[in-house]
């Protein structure tokens, strides 16, 4: 199996920069996968990686580097509306079928 | 519209009495799949669906049985609920080609009590 570990809430102003790590414990995957979940709500896709570096889309940017088993989700500009929980996300190797997520991160964005 | 369409939204039941969660996509998406979502536990997979006819377990299967006949449809079924299957229940679907196959589209989610 494997686990994917980011932090559990991250504050900040308007306007700002937020950095959401996600760490695996796992000898490989397909890629790592970011989704976007407002309270209450469905989650909704934002971001994948299937390869190391960096991907960009408007505000939001992610990275992967898979010798460091590590990716991080980059939010810029912070606005009101971003604040919602972040989940990272990936298949294992062994069954693409499968997808298992992170436990969240709620970001919490204050005036 | 494209969408991943669940019902009911919400249900209030009791131990034992059998229940079935609907869930339909209208995007043609071979792959389907069931999640349930707890604080604190972030996503955990129940089952998922390669194509028709074709199933498998996710992480936490224990207590819940799915089918897939057609490939629109993949409804989860409880058989005898719990209380500890109280949870906030997603479906998600998405197309098995690579370059769209990390792109879940998720449902707007059933909120399920079991008394």
């Known amino acids: 199996g494997q686990s994917l570990e980011q932090p559990s809430e991250v504050t900040a102003v308007e306007g700002a920069i937020v950095q959401i790590n996600c760490t695996y414990q796992t000898s490989g995957f397909y890629g790592l996968s970011w989704y976007q979940q407002h309270d209450g709500g469905a989650p909704t896709f934002l971001s994948y990686?299937?390869?190391?570096g960096l991907e960009e889309t408007g505000r939001f940017s992610s990275f992967l580097s898979r010798s460091d088993s590590y990716g991080y989700l980059l939010l810029q500009e912070l606005q009101m509306k971003d604040s919602a929980s972040y989940f990272c996300?990936?298949?294992?190797?062994?069954?693409?079928?499968?997808?298992?997520f992170g436990a969240g991160t709620q970001v919490v964005v204050t005036p | 519209e494209a969408q991943v369409t669940q019902n009911p939204r919400y249900l209030i039941t009791v131990t034992g009495k059998k229940l079935t969660v609907t869930c339909s996509q209208n995007m043609n998406h071979e792959y389907m799949s069931w999640y349930r979502q707890d604080p604190g536990l972030g996503l955990r997979q129940i089952y998922y669906s390669m194509n028709v006819e074709v199933t498998d377990k996710g992480d936490v299967p224990e207590g819940y049985k799915v089918s897939r006949k057609e490939k629109r449809n993949f409804p989860l079924i409880l058989e005898s609920p719990s209380p500890n299957q109280t949870s906030l229940y997603f479906c998600?679907?998405?197309?098995?080609?690579?370059?769209?196959?990390?792109?879940?589209?998720f449902g707007a989610g059933s909120r399920l009590t079991v008394l």
């Open positions: 996300a990936a298949p294992p190797t062994d069954s693409w079928g499968k997808l298992q």
């Open positions: 990686n299937g390869l190391d």
């Open positions: 998600a679907s998405r197309p098995t080609e690579s370059s769209g196959a990390n792109v879940l589209t």
